[in-house]
């Protein structure tokens, strides 16, 4: 089952996200041109991800497992843990 690709930022913060990311940011456009690419793969994934008549838990989203590898590349994060202990930093990037 394919979980959704969400984000409550009210259960983070008073403010908004994005006000804690500066306007030129380099990541901004890229963040653009993968959040459309991703919207374009939307049937692909939604074939990959159909759902289980078992029930279950949803995945989490293949959307942010993506964007999540992208920041794990950009910064060169050398493991999937060490993303995890520095998501707090970027959380605003992978929504």
Same mark, same amino acid.
């Given at each position: 089952?394919r979980? *959704?690709?969400?984000?409550?930022?009210?259960?983070?913060?008073? $403010?908004?996200?994005?006000?804690?990311?500066?306007?030129?940011?380099?990541?901004?456009? +890229?963040? $653009?041109?993968?959040? *459309? *690419?991703?919207?374009?793969m939307?049937?692909?994934? @939604?074939?990959?991800?159909?759902?289980? +008549?078992?029930?279950?838990?949803? @995945? +989490? *989203?293949?959307?942010?497992?993506?964007?999540?590898m992208?920041? $794990?590349?950009?910064y @060169? +994060?050398?493991?999937?843990?060490?993303?995890?202990?520095?998501?707090?930093?970027?959380? $605003?990037?992978?929504?």
């Open positions: 089952m979980g *959704a690709d969400t984000f409550t930022e009210s259960l983070f913060t008073m $403010q908004k996200l994005e006000d804690f990311v500066p306007a030129d940011h380099p990541l901004r456009p +890229i963040r $653009q041109m993968v959040n *459309a *690419a991703l919207v374009k939307d049937v692909l994934f @939604s074939g990959m991800y159909e759902a289980d +008549i078992k029930g279950g838990r949803p @995945s +989490i *989203a293949p959307e942010k497992l993506l964007r999540a992208l920041l $794990q590349v950009f @060169s +994060i050398r493991s999937e843990r060490q993303l995890m202990e520095q998501t707090p930093r970027v959380r $605003q990037l992978l929504t």
